[in-house]
């Protein structure tokens, strides 16, 4: 769990640095602030799957020679359909109530349902979950394998 903080820590500090410092400045530092702050919190999953790419590729080339698939990935398609789906229409929903100014009443609503897609995104996540520990388990499940 620490962890999970720790890694999510620069995509919160830019918002709350430039807010702070809008703060700080005093006058016609809060639009630009606002700016700055919803362009972080957009273009962080971006980041965060780029770099998660390269780390992937990466590590599939650095360690082809001891693969038997070589570089070819394998994953599960269920789960990375579920995954990119979930992402890309509540995304572009995040995006857009960010970019376009709305009613309070109208970002309420969005926020509402951004928040019960995540439950639900949750806990088909949870459930698809039960499904992969009743599948079988490989036996060779060493990060260090003995040669």
Do not use: H, K, Q
């Amino acid at each position: 769990m620490l962890a999970a903080v720790w890694t999510a820590i620069p995509e919160t500090m830019i918002p709350v640095v430039t807010l702070i410092g809008a703060a700080l400045s005093g006058e016609g530092g809060g639009e630009a602030a606002g700016e700055i702050g919803i362009g972080a919190i957009l273009g962080a999953p971006f980041l965060l799957a780029t770099l998660a790419m390269f780390v992937v590729g990466a590590s599939a080339y650095g360690f082809r020679n001891r693969s038997s698939s070589g570089t070819r990935l394998t994953f599960e398609r269920r789960t990375a359909r579920r995954d990119i789906l979930f992402f890309l229409v509540f995304f572009t929903i995040a995006a857009g109530a960010g970019i376009v100014r709305l009613p309070t009443s109208l970002r309420i609503l969005v926020v509402v349902v951004l928040l019960a897609a995540y439950a639900f995104y949750v806990y088909r996540t949870l459930i698809a979950g039960g499904e992969a520990a009743r599948r079988e388990t490989p036996e060779n499940l060493t990060l260090w394998p003995e040669s």
